[in-house]
């Protein structure tokens, strides 16, 4: 059999997603020497070692066999009281909470719980390029948002009203956002809200990013009035606490809903994995500290950096959020397509162009601001050279 | 002295790299340069900021070479003036590196760099010894830094993360 012809037994629904724009990046960039990667969507801190050597220690004792599926009751425990302090909610630790491989996971498992075949999901975009493919995957019908630049890729609440049919189901949100950076304001929030409950809506809310907001107090879509009910609040500790690789997320929802996500969850993954789990004991334990310090330390680059893009030509908003910044590059004429490849193969300059998270990226970058000083430095050294070039 | 927010995120970006360009601090903190560099002068003039140093491996400096040692230190206290007098009476040696006054089982520890042991077992037996306050001394060599003042002499910052990722 020709290698061409096993295709067809690759399922209709898979062959139809689109590969990732990410992909193509990673090759390129992966191929070349001396590249200076903003294009990395995690943070640059390794693991706190309070956490690692938790960690370890629980493998030197033993602790090599499942969880329950639902993870550990004392990092149940610990992730309810975590929101509470956190965030102001209140999440039962035995029905309304458990912990996923990831917050991907968890968005994955709630999509597919509450998805009947043609429901629709709203998707403000730019999005995380996840959120897409996963409804499609969960037998949904994505539908996008789009949010621009000009606002700062705030949300229109009048937009998403029009985009709500009686199919809708669902609205994912991300705040952070993942590219953006943007944060939803509390009046978003509530007019989200407000939206939900007119039209009867879950909302997924993607807070992986929640740790890295900058400004002013964190405010997750669970604390507004009436949202409990309604939401599906999905976070992790890959970004606030550096633990990508660990691969170790939660959801919380009331309880005939998280159930239901729990149900798929003991068939498909039986429980996220042991020693992670312990780690992340520590992390929210004792992990405050180190939280706060990363946090202290994205900002200051932050500001360096958008106040830099800024300077060098390429106007971007302060994000609120995240380790983004997502400049527009529509001074230049560029596609992102062709301004990312050219930056990249002219200056070494890894960066992921904006459309690859949705068609209202496209004008825009994403940087990773999560990089050394001193590469960020030299990273917009670059980049004005390639800029003066044009 | 009552610092502002930004005179503190100042010195804790100074404190981690000494040579953060003005331009640069200036962006990270988000004031004027102008303004930036005011504060700094007025940390320098405050004596908040002592001096700026470069935090030197000297194992890598081949032909210089060197010990250092702590000193576990008892003495007796003076009436009125307490631990500060004989402390001042130590620290003056500019071989005397740091002097720091301790609780627990000894008063003072003193850090000291010389050439050679000889040269320190000379300055305790003829120096620190003989001073009337001092009642023992114990020394340590120190045989290796592994870190010193938060820094990890051979660190591998090699960043082990994939080049693009969502």
């Given at each position: 059999?020709?290698?061409?012809?096993?295709?067809?037994?690759?399922?209709?629904?898979?062959?139809?997603?689109?590969?990732?724009?990410?992909?193509?990046?990673?090759?390129?960039?992966?191929?070349?020497?001396?590249?200076?990667?903003?294009?990395?969507?995690?943070?640059?801190?390794?693991?706190?070692?309070?956490?690692?050597?938790?960690?370890?220690?629980?493998?030197?004792?033993?602790?090599?066999?499942?969880?329950?599926?639902?993870?550990?009751?004392?990092?149940?425990?610990?992730?309810?009281?975590?929101?509470?302090?956190?965030?102001?909610?209140?999440?039962?630790?035995?029905?309304?909470?458990?912990?996923?491989?990831?917050?991907?996971?968890?968005?994955?498992?709630?999509?597919?719980?509450?998805?009947?075949?043609?429901?629709?999901?709203?998707?403000?975009?730019?999005?995380?390029?996840?959120?897409?493919?996963?409804?499609?995957?969960?037998?949904?019908?994505?539908?996008?948002?789009?949010?621009?630049?000009?606002?700062?890729?705030?949300?229109?609440?009048?937009?998403?009203?029009?985009?709500?049919?009686?199919?809708?189901?669902?609205?994912?949100?991300?705040?952070?956002?993942?590219?953006?950076?943007?944060?939803?304001?509390?009046?978003?929030?509530?007019?989200?809200?407000?939206?939900?409950?007119?039209?009867?809506?879950?909302?997924?809310?993607?807070?992986?990013?929640?740790?890295?907001?900058?400004?002013?107090?964190?405010?997750?879509?669970?604390?507004?009035?009436?949202?409990?009910?309604?939401?599906?609040?999905?976070?992790?500790?890959?970004?606030?606490?550096?633990?990508?690789?660990?691969?170790?997320?939660?959801?919380?929802?009331?309880?005939?809903?998280?159930?239901?996500?729990?149900?798929?969850?003991?068939?498909?993954?039986?429980?996220?994995?042991?020693?992670?789990?312990?780690?992340?004991?520590?992390?929210?334990?004792?992990?405050?500290?180190?939280?706060?310090?990363?946090?202290?330390?994205?900002?200051?680059?932050?500001?360096?950096?958008?106040?830099?893009?800024?300077?060098?030509?390429?106007?971007?908003?302060?994000?609120?959020?995240?380790?983004?910044?997502?400049?527009?590059?529509?001074?230049?004429?560029?596609?992102?397509?062709?301004?990312?490849?050219?930056?990249?193969?002219?200056?070494?300059?890894?960066?992921?162009?904006?459309?690859?998270?949705?068609?209202?990226?496209?004008?825009?970058?994403?940087?990773?601001?999560?990089?050394s000083l001193e590469q960020l430095q030299e990273a917009i050294k670059r980049m004005k050279r390639f800029l003066a070039r044009l | 002295m009552k610092l502002s927010d930004k005179e503190l995120e100042i010195i804790e970006i100074l404190e981690k790299d000494a040579r953060t360009p003005i331009d640069v601090l200036a962006k990270m903190v988000d004031l004027p340069v102008e303004e930036t560099e005011v504060l700094v002068k007025k940390l320098e003039e405050a004596k908040v900021i002592v001096q700026y140093t470069a935090l030197i491996d000297w194992r890598k400096a081949d032909g210089r070479e060197g010990v250092t040692a702590m000193i576990d230190v008892k003495v007796?206290?003076?009436?009125?003036?307490?631990?500060?007098?004989?402390?001042?009476?130590?620290?003056?040696?500019?071989?005397?590196?740091?002097?720091?006054?301790?609780?627990?089982?000894?008063?003072?520890?003193?850090?000291?760099?010389?050439?050679?042991?000889?040269?320190?077992?000379?300055?305790?037996?003829?120096?620190?010894?003989?001073?009337?306050?001092?009642?023992?001394?114990?020394?340590?060599?120190?045989?290796?830094?592994?870190?010193?003042?938060?820094?990890?002499?051979?660190?591998?910052?090699?960043?082990?993360?994939?080049?693009?990722?969502?």
């Amino acid at each position: 059999m020709k290698p061409q012809t096993r295709k067809k037994y690759v399922s209709k629904t898979v062959a139809g997603l689109k590969p990732s724009g990410i992909r193509r990046f990673f090759d390129l960039a992966s191929s070349m020497d001396g590249v200076i990667s903003l294009g990395v969507g995690e943070p640059d801190f390794v693991t706190s070692w309070s956490i690692r050597e938790a960690s370890i220690l629980s493998l030197e004792q033993g602790y090599t066999s499942y969880t329950a599926n639902a993870g550990l009751l004392e990092l149940r425990q610990e992730i309810a009281a975590y929101l509470r302090r956190k965030f102001h909610v209140d999440y039962c630790p035995e029905t309304e909470i458990f912990v996923t491989v990831g917050a991907s996971q968890a968005i994955d498992l709630a999509l597919r719980a509450i998805i009947n075949p043609g429901d629709e999901v709203i998707i403000v975009e730019p999005s995380f390029v996840a959120y897409e493919p996963l409804v499609v995957l969960a037998g949904g019908k994505p539908v996008a948002v789009h949010t621009s630049g000009e606002d700062k890729f705030q949300l229109n609440p009048v937009h998403l009203e029009r985009a709500i049919t009686e199919r809708t189901k669902a609205v994912i949100i991300c705040s952070p956002n993942n590219p953006t950076g943007t944060v939803l304001s509390p009046a978003e929030l509530e007019a989200i809200a407000r939206l939900a409950e007119a039209y009867d809506l879950l909302v997924v809310a993607d807070e992986i990013y929640a740790e890295l907001t900058y400004e002013g107090v964190y405010m997750s879509m669970a604390a507004v009035s009436g949202m409990r009910e309604r939401t599906i609040l999905i976070s992790g500790f890959s970004k606030g606490f550096a633990m990508t690789g660990w691969r170790l997320g939660f959801a919380a929802a009331p309880e005939e809903i998280l159930q239901a996500m729990l149900k798929i969850h003991q068939y498909a993954m039986m429980c996220a994995p042991t020693m992670a789990q312990y780690g992340a004991l520590e992390a929210l334990r004792n992990g405050e500290r180190d939280v706060v310090e990363m946090r202290n330390s994205y900002r200051r680059r932050r500001n360096y950096f958008v106040a830099s893009l800024n300077e060098i030509g390429l106007p971007c908003h302060l994000p609120g959020g995240a380790f983004y910044a997502f400049p527009s590059i529509k001074p230049t004429g560029l596609t992102s397509e062709q301004f990312a490849e050219r930056l990249l193969i002219e200056e070494k300059v890894a960066v992921v162009p904006g459309n690859v998270f949705g068609q209202s990226g496209e004008g825009y970058i994403r940087c990773s601001y999560a990089s050394s000083l001193e590469q960020l430095q030299e990273a917009i050294k670059r980049m004005k050279r390639f800029l003066a070039r044009l | 002295m009552k610092l502002s927010d930004k005179e503190l995120e100042i010195i804790e970006i100074l404190e981690k790299d000494a040579r953060t360009p003005i331009d640069v601090l200036a962006k990270m903190v988000d004031l004027p340069v102008e303004e930036t560099e005011v504060l700094v002068k007025k940390l320098e003039e405050a004596k908040v900021i002592v001096q700026y140093t470069a935090l030197i491996d000297w194992r890598k400096a081949d032909g210089r070479e060197g010990v250092t040692a702590m000193i576990d230190v008892k003495v007796t206290p003076k009436r009125g003036v307490g631990f500060d007098e004989v402390a001042e009476r130590i620290y003056r040696f500019p071989e005397v590196k740091s002097v720091y006054l301790m609780s627990g089982a000894y008063d003072l520890s003193v850090v000291i760099e010389g050439r050679s042991m000889a040269e320190i077992a000379q300055f305790v037996s003829e120096k620190l010894s003989t001073l009337d306050s001092v009642i023992s001394t114990t020394t340590h060599f120190i045989l290796k830094k592994y870190k010193h003042d938060g820094i990890v002499f051979d660190q591998g910052d090699q960043d082990r993360r994939i080049v693009v990722s969502p």
